[in-house]
């Protein structure tokens, strides 16, 4: 699933391609039909973005709501347009270019009231500016559940997912078993603040990368695939900084990988 980075990195693209230009929408699959028809002819005017969930913004206080999920996808492009393929939800064509949406969990017509319902509902966002992350420290620590489960919830945290919460985890030497009520104010302090910087990193380039230099395998140049992360998707293999092999488990039915020396049961 998509993280926040990605969802952020697709507004500002979103934004700089279409916002100010009027804009043409359809719904090749026909499952957004309405909600095409009603977008179709309005000017984009912004997009906004918050956790996993996207938001377009049209001429007449419209939204378009869309939550990418495991497998949603956007596509663009210069015009003209390739024909139609598949289970194409939604496509916008204008100022020069198109915009195609499949597979998204959610694609919907929103007013402003729903949308300030949805985010309401959701924690505070690391890329967010001037976000105030109390929300998020004040749950976590009256919490019985553990750490590794409340990164994942929405609720507690936007934007967050499976790579940034093992690798925020692995960076500050948190055991993702540890109870949210046992985790200090300042640990917590300090994991929110290399998160928004590792965030906004991948706004930047498009991909997670967490590791420190001086523990890539390759230490010069560009991380490649292969050591970009500390402990995600590396069960087994030796830990980069103590050689211990990377655990794993299932927690919140994901997977969930650590390293059991560098960041020790309590």
Not at 126 to 132: A, E, G, S, V
Request: one cysteine or more; hydrophobic letters at 35%.
């Amino acid at each position: 699933m998509p993280e926040g980075h990605t969802i952020h990195r697709l507004a500002r693209l979103h934004k700089a391609t279409f916002a100010g230009h009027e804009v043409a929408a359809s719904s090749p699959q026909g499952r957004f039909a309405d909600g095409a028809a009603l977008i179709d002819g309005r000017t984009f005017e912004g997009t906004d973005a918050w956790g996993k969930h996207l938001f377009h913004r049209y001429s007449g206080d419209v939204y378009v709501h869309v939550h990418l999920g495991l497998y949603g996808k956007f596509a663009e492009g210069p015009l003209p347009a390739p024909e139609p393929r598949g289970a194409l939800r939604l496509r916008i064509e204008g100022a020069g270019h198109y915009l195609d949406l499949r597979g998204a969990t959610r694609c919907e017509i929103v007013t402003p009231a729903e949308k300030t319902e949805i985010t309401a509902a959701l924690g505070p966002d690391p890329l967010r500016p001037r976000t105030d992350p109390a929300p998020a420290r004040e749950r976590i620590g009256r919490s019985r559940v553990a750490i590794g489960a409340l990164l994942m919830d929405q609720h507690v945290l936007a934007g967050i997912g499976n790579v940034y919460r093992a690798e925020i985890l692995y960076r500050h030497g948190v055991n993702p078993y540890v109870l949210g009520r046992d985790l200090e104010p300042a640990v917590f302090d300090d994991m929110w603040a290399d998160l928004t910087k590792l965030m906004q990193a991948g706004v930047r380039a498009g991909r997670i990368v967490t590791t420190e230099h001086e523990d890539r395998e390759r230490r010069t140049g560009r991380a490649t695939r292969a050591d970009s992360f500390y402990v995600y998707r590396r069960t087994g293999e030796p830990c980069r900084r103590c050689d211990t092999p990377i655990a794993h488990a299932v927690m919140v039915a994901r997977n969930l990988f650590w390293c059991p020396h560098c960041q020790p049961a309590v």
